[in-house]
């Protein structure tokens, strides 16, 4: 059977659905990318806010609409959206086949093996991903599932579950297999990254975590997404001080600044210690890049909370900031308050704090002017432009580009110099040279081995 997979919402739901792509291939399922080709088509939803549950909705409606238009015989829902709402979807979407909760997406193949939808199972390795996309050289990799911190605002723990890590073993074999198909930058993502560990065991925590992965593969970019303030130790700050394959990069999520307005949203952190790790990191990490989130509207917030956080921003000058406007979530603790900040003034605060950090990343961008720094090729030419790709401080999909003077093939790394930022967010860079190995061209799709994948060294561009 052709089948397709739909993925919506964060990165760790790209992570799932490679797995149901090798798990439906193991199974003699044909991966197509065009959804008019698939007879499958499975829908990976997202739950988190109002708007991404409209997104996987009308992901599924198209689905089911090609039932009757197109080769599709088949659409199945997954993920944590229906983890949700499964009973009100299976009521307002009879045409859909199946819905699986996040909690219940191992039973997948299962349950279309049972239909005669896919064939027996072959032998297939724990842990294995398969890339349909046309970047196999930047991947996601979990460290850990579900969250435990109880954010008063976040529905996650009613979606994903408690906090679970997964063994160090598998994390590294995973992150090998990824390297083995092409992967130049791993992407480590979890709720919270400095959690790994504290459910475990054997003492091993996110520090011992990166010196495997530095020691085991020889992936050129390991960068950590999604940590709390609260887990930058003098252990972690070594780690990412002394390894020059971790990207001096940090998403760190505040969400607020004022310290009313994180004790209602349940936030383990206040804004004295957010500002003693932000220093303490930048101190231990020249060069870092921080990035963080931030909400506004939350209930409760006054105006003095509100420029309480416009001044944190300017004093703390992150190099991004992510602003999202409150909507209440079903199920939170948050859900509760009276959402009593008004949809206008919500949408003025958010706009506000949108011009504020754009004029502070400008002035941070101006200041990487002249620097040189690995860049890793992304984009090939087009409309108008040579090559682009993304410097260490620019994390994929949400930091911007650079785009250089000389045409490069993507998934090479090249030495560039910084001359001039461009559109607010992007950079123009010189050429100095590529002399890394390039990624794979073919893609390993097959889950049946594991074959090492060649390369090769060039100095193109010199």
């Known amino acids: ?10 990165d760790k739901n790209t992570v799932d659905s490679e797995r ?3 798990e439906l291939r193991a199974h003699g399922g044909e991966p197509v990318e065009a959804l008019v080709e698939a007879e499958l088509i499975v829908v990976n939803t997202c739950g988190f806010i109002d708007a991404a549950k409209k997104e996987s909705l009308d992901a599924i409606i198209e689905a089911a609409q090609r039932k009757g238009d197109g080769a599709c015989q088949t659409v199945v829902a ?3 959206m229906v983890e ?4 009100e979807m299976q009521a307002a979407l009879p045409e859909v086949d199946l819905f699986l ?11 279309l093996h049972a239909r005669g939808l896919i064939g027996d199972p072959e032998t297939l390795h724990p842990g294995v991903r398969l890339y349909t996309g046309d970047t196999p050289w930047v991947r996601y990799l979990k460290l850990s599932e579900g969250c435990d911190h109880g954010c008063a605002f976040c529905a996650i723990p009613l979606m994903r579950g408690r906090h679970r890590s997964f063994a160090l073993d598998d994390i590294v074999r995973e992150a090998q297999l990824l390297e083995m198909q092409g992967a130049r930058e791993v992407n480590l993502v979890a709720q919270d990254l400095a959690h790994y560990g504290r459910d475990r065991r054997d003492g091993v925590r996110l520090p011992e975590v990166l010196r495997a992965l530095v020691r085991e593969t020889s992936i050129p970019w390991i960068r950590n997404m999604y940590l709390y303030s609260a887990g930058i130790t003098p252990q972690l700050l070594e780690v990412i001080a002394n390894e020059p394959r971790i990207v001096r990069y940090l998403d760190m999520p505040i969400q607020h600044a004022s310290d009313a307005v994180l004790e209602r949203m349940r936030r383990p952190e206040r804004q004295k210690s957010i500002r003693e790790r932000v220093a303490r990191f930048r101190d231990a990490v020249p060069g870092v890049a921080i990035r963080t989130t931030c909400i506004v509207g939350f209930p409760g917030e006054t105006d003095a909370d509100f420029v309480q956080l416009l001044d944190f921003l300017t004093e703390l000058e992150f190099e991004r900031v992510g602003i999202f ?10 859900a509760q308050m009276a959402d009593d900040v008004p949809d206008g003034v919500k949408r003025e605060r958010m706009e506000r704090v949108q011009e504020l950090q754009r004029h502070i990343t400008a002035g941070r961008y ?8 690995p860049l890793l090729v ?6 108008g432009r040579l090559s682009g790709g993304r410097l260490p401080w620019q994390a994929d999909d949400i930091d911007g580009l650079t785009w250089l003077n000389r045409e490069v093939p993507t998934g090479f790394m090249t030495e560039v110099e910084v001359v001039e930022v461009v559109d607010d967010y992007d950079f123009r860079a010189n050429l100095l040279g590529v002399t890394s190995k390039c990624a794979p061209r073919e893609v390993y799709r097959d889950g049946r081995a594991l074959p090492v994948m060649p390369s090769s060294v060039g100095s193109y561009g010199r």
């Open 20 to 22: 149901y792509v090798a």
């Open 325 to 334: 406007s409150y909507s209440p979530q079903e199920g939170t603790r948050a």
């Open 84 to 87: 949700r709402h499964k009973a």
């Open 1 to 10: 059977m052709k089948f397709a997979v739909v993925t919506l919402g964060c």
């Open 78 to 80: 997954v993920g944590c």
């Open 101 to 111: 909760g996040a909690s219940e997406t191992d039973r997948l193949a299962v349950e």
């Open 378 to 383: 992304t984009h090939a030419p087009a409309e």
């Open 366 to 373: 101006e200041s990487r002017i002249g620097a040189r720094a």
